[in-house]
């Protein structure tokens, strides 16, 4: 099984990027995903997380109005659409598939951590 985050890179701020988390060897569907991130010293924080039916909770109130979340079973990929970026934003962004015996709301665990990717943003 594996997880993987892509799609970060450099922007300048106030510009957008769209993370995808695809994953071999498991099928997303009946997973939360959370995203987390985490900046050169600083603690792992969780950014926002989507239901296995669609639904958003946001983690971290900063975000709230410029970073949007969604899955397409299909391709088995969740995507993080993040606009408006500041340089806080900048880190290496992870997503997680979240234990089913938890929730979005309520974070029993973490079944699966996928490799992060870089999100640099230029002031």
């Known amino acids: 099984v594996q997880l993987q985050a892509s799609g970060g890179g450099l922007v300048e701020t106030g510009g957008s990027l769209r993370l995808s988390c695809s994953a071999s060897?498991?099928?997303?569907?009946?997973?939360?995903i959370g995203w987390f991130r985490q900046a050169p010293g600083k603690e792992r924080e969780g950014v926002l997380c989507i239901s296995s039916r669609g639904g958003t909770t946001y983690w971290t109130d900063s975000v709230k109005g410029r970073f949007t979340v969604s899955r397409d079973g299909a391709k088995n990929t969740v995507y993080l659409q993040m606009n408006d970026l500041e340089p806080e934003d900048a880190a290496v962004y992870s997503c997680?598939?979240?234990?089913?015996?938890?929730?979005?709301?309520?974070?029993?665990?973490?079944?699966?951590w996928g490799k992060g990717t870089q999100v640099t943003v230029s002031s």
């Open positions: 997680a598939a979240v234990d089913p015996r938890g929730s979005c709301q309520y974070l029993y665990g973490i079944d699966y």
């Open positions: 060897g498991l099928t997303l569907d009946p997973y939360a």
